[in-house]
């Protein structure tokens, strides 16, 4: 029993060092988020369209028409960060979100909920919704997010969404 009692512990000690890897990248994350913001080419094409799309609704022909004017910088900055869908590009049968980590997937979903606070008329719900035609992922993958979408709005999160 001894024997038993004692792989157990090691297997639990094994799970934790994992989660521990895990909780590290994603608080390294959180700390240098969109840092490619602020600096050239972004810094300034963010500046011009930051209040611009706060008032359009995520999606509609005006908020894809912000983005044709941001391509420049939006290039950049999916160029630089593993958490969009359009990081992934080149030839690929899979959608982008099935070639990213969990971790990926989950400062991405961190994201979508941030930028979702900062529209006017923001839904996260919306937004994966529109995401999932957008980067055509699983309705599987899709109900995961929504799920975890679900879990965020319960968490007691600070957040400056009216400043940003």
């Not at 988020?33 to 209040?51: G, I, M, N, R």
Request: proline letters at 2%; glycine letters at 4%; charged letters at 25%.
């Amino acid at each position: 029993m001894f024997e038993s009692k004692f792989k157990t512990a090691r297997h639990i000690e094994t799970v934790r060092n994992f989660l521990n890897s895990v909780i590290r990248e994603l608080l390294r994350r959180g700390e240098c988020h969109d840092q490619s913001k602020l600096q050239v080419p972004e810094v300034e094409v963010f500046a011009e369209y930051t209040a611009k799309l706060r008032n359009c609704t995520y999606g509609s022909e005006e908020y894809k028409g912000f983005l044709q004017g941001m391509q420049v910088a939006l290039d950049h900055h999916y160029a630089n960060n593993s958490h969009h869908p359009e990081y992934f590009t080149g030839p690929c049968i899979q959608s982008p979100l099935e070639r990213m980590t969990l971790v990926d997937l989950f400062e991405m979903l961190c994201d979508w909920k941030a930028a979702s606070l900062r529209h006017v008329d923001g839904d996260i719900f919306k937004s994966i919704e529109i995401n999932q035609q957008r980067f055509g992922y699983s309705d599987e993958v899709r109900m995961i997010l929504m799920n975890t979408a679900q879990w965020l709005n319960t968490q007691q999160v600070e957040h400056f969404a009216d400043e940003s």
